[in-house]
């Protein structure tokens, strides 16, 4: 049980203040500057940091419960939240938010990453993966 809960807040937790400084130092290196705001006004969004931790969360008790095309799943997540952002009006109509669609990718990338080692301190095996792949 010890294993679980170091597992999901290593997941939910320490991914989503890793993946937050990853996209800010990203942003930063690139010189995006501010994220351009949506034009309709009045539209409720999910935070970006709900998603994340609601998907690390999911796909850390996917993998640790040994769900067999996870890894599968998570990618095809990653090109479903792109593709829906990426087919607003918002994106299409506005080149200068085409870098923030595709760092925003990056970042999944890196949430996705903790997700799945989460995965692994879950069930115990972190380390004997890591050595094997050595």
Do not use: Q
């Not at 500057?33 to 796909?59: C, H, M, N, Q, S």
């Not at 850390?60 to 890894?71: H, M, Q, Y």
Request: charged share 10%.
């Amino acid at each position: 049980m010890k294993y679980w809960l170091y597992g999901l807040i290593f997941s939910v937790v320490v991914g989503g203040v890793v993946t937050a400084l990853f996209l800010y130092a990203l942003r930063g290196v690139l010189g995006l500057g501010d994220k351009p705001k949506l034009k309709e006004k009045g539209i409720k969004r999910v935070p970006p940091w709900f998603t994340g931790a609601v998907e690390r969360f999911v796909f850390t008790v996917l993998i640790a419960a040994g769900v067999a095309g996870v890894t599968t799943a998570m990618m095809g997540w990653l090109a479903l939240k792109l593709a829906t952002n990426w087919n607003s009006n918002h994106w299409k109509n506005n080149p200068k938010a085409h870098p923030f669609a595709f760092t925003a990718l990056l970042a999944g990338l890196v949430s996705m990453f903790f997700a799945a080692l989460g995965g692994l301190v879950c069930t115990g095996n972190l380390w004997a993966s890591y050595i094997a792949s050595i």
